[in-house]
């Protein structure tokens, strides 16, 4: 398979690597949100979050939050955002599971999601939608 990350993990193609187990690795993003910025993958491959396997899943986000720490110790990060777009709607352009940590500073100039409040029922209408959609999952 033609993997961009399958390749890094398996040292086909270089990249600045961070930290490495027997599951997971990660390495640099080459286009930061900020610097510091860090992707933690699978070595194995896995598409999404709708397709990892569970196990898997929990071994990415150990690493994630191992360098959640490390990463806001190592850039002086006042925090961390840890991310995961799944899906092209969603800005996934690299088709192998993984997730961001970036470093954030208050006064960085990135934008917070910015939320809208509901309309009239819709509350309850979308909390009725994820429910049965949980039940029947
Ligand atoms: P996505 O938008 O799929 O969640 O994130 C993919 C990320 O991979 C982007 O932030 C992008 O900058 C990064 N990226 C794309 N190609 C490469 C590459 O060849 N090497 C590294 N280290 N990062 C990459
Ligand atoms: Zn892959």
């Given at each position: 398979m033609d993997c961009l990350f399958c390749k890094?993990?398996?040292?086909?193609l270089?990249?600045?690597i961070v930290y490495e187990d027997d599951r997971?690795?990660?390495f640099l993003d080459i286009r930061p949100i900020n610097?510091?910025?860090?992707?933690?993958i699978p070595k194995d491959h896995a598409l999404n979050i709708y397709e990892i396997d569970d196990e898997r899943l929990c071994d990415v986000m150990k690493s994630a939050k191992r360098l959640a720490g490390v990463v806001k110790a190592a850039t002086n990060a006042e925090g961390i955002n840890i991310g995961m777009n799944n899906g092209p709607a969603a800005g996934q352009v690299v088709m192998h599971a993984h997730v961001h940590v970036i470093p954030r500073f208050a006064d960085d100039g990135h934008a917070h999601w910015h939320g809208?409040?509901?309309a009239e029922d819709e509350?309850?209408?979308f909390g009725k939608l994820i429910r049965d959609a949980a039940s029947a999952a």
């Amino acid at each position: 398979m033609d993997c961009l990350f399958c390749k890094i993990a398996t040292k086909e193609l270089p990249a600045e690597i961070v930290y490495e187990d027997d599951r997971t690795i990660a390495f640099l993003d080459i286009r930061p949100i900020n610097k510091g910025h860090t992707l933690v993958i699978p070595k194995d491959h896995a598409l999404n979050i709708y397709e990892i396997d569970d196990e898997r899943l929990c071994d990415v986000m150990k690493s994630a939050k191992r360098l959640a720490g490390v990463v806001k110790a190592a850039t002086n990060a006042e925090g961390i955002n840890i991310g995961m777009n799944n899906g092209p709607a969603a800005g996934q352009v690299v088709m192998h599971a993984h997730v961001h940590v970036i470093p954030r500073f208050a006064d960085d100039g990135h934008a917070h999601w910015h939320g809208e409040p509901y309309a009239e029922d819709e509350l309850e209408a979308f909390g009725k939608l994820i429910r049965d959609a949980a039940s029947a999952a």
